[in-house]
T-cell receptor, first 113, second 113 residues
């Protein structure tokens, strides 16, 4: 069985601050995939990134960066210089051999102007 | 191109009635998923279709829930004899294949009164 834990329920920051969202996962599969999704107030889940278990390279996309560490089973997400438009619920998810996504509980990020 | 579409966007029904929720996946995507998002349970997997293979129904919460996918494209999720605990947002997602990221539709908000 897969398990994803997002320990932070809510994070509130002031615009331009950096914010890091934690994600810890559990799986017995040797090959698996990790994802981050954003759910803005409009409600639609927006795909942000996919990372394969055999690729531990960190990734940066604009103000977003991801840190994948297999040794600690973590896949953390950092938003640099946050903006009001970053306010959303962010979900970490894991897909193992059974093809379905297991989601964490989500972290609500509020960025205040 | 067009994303995943779902209809209706909102559905209010009386307890005991049957409902049908529809999902149109992205053209060419072979895999289709249904998830449910509720306050108490977070995002839960319901069912998975891949091509012509038998669907993975392991997430369906009861035998009142069923789904079909016609012609490898459109899918319908049916809930019979709805209960108040069925109230949730039902999300559909599609993907090119099992390992790729899933793209989600806007969801159907179901309210059972």
């Amino acid at each position: 069985a897969q398990k994803v834990t997002q320990a932070q329920t809510e994070i509130s920051v002031v615009e331009k601050e950096d914010v890091t969202l934690d994600c810890v996962y559990e799986t017995r599969d040797t090959t698996y995939y990790l994802f981050w999704y954003k759910q803005p107030p409009s409600g639609e889940l927006v795909f942000l990134i996919r990372r394969n278990s055999f690729d531990e390279q960190n990734e940066i996309s604009g103000r977003y960066s991801w840190n994948f560490q297999k040794s600690t089973s973590s896949f953390n997400f950092t938003i640099t210089a946050s903006q009001v438009v970053d306010s959303a619920v962010y979900f970490c998810a894991l897909r193992g051999n059974d093809y379905k996504l297991s989601f964490g509980a989500g972290t609500t990020v509020t960025v205040r102007a | 191109g067009a994303g995943v579409s779902q209809s209706p966007s909102n559905k209010v029904t009386e307890k005991g009635k049957d409902v049908e929720l529809r999902c149109d996946p992205i053209s060419g995507h072979t895999a289709l998923y249904w998830y449910r998002q509720s306050l108490g349970q977070g995002l839960e997997f319901l069912i998975y279709f891949q091509g012509n293979s038998a669907p993975d129904k392991s997430g369906l919460p009861s035998d009142r829930f069923s789904a079909e996918r016609t012609g490898g494209s459109v899918s319908t999720l049916t809930i019979q004899r709805t209960q108040q605990e069925d109230s949730a947002v039902y999300l559909c997602a599609s993907t090119q294949g099992g390992i790729y990221e899933q793209y989600f539709g806007p969801g159907t908000r179901l309210t059972v009164t």
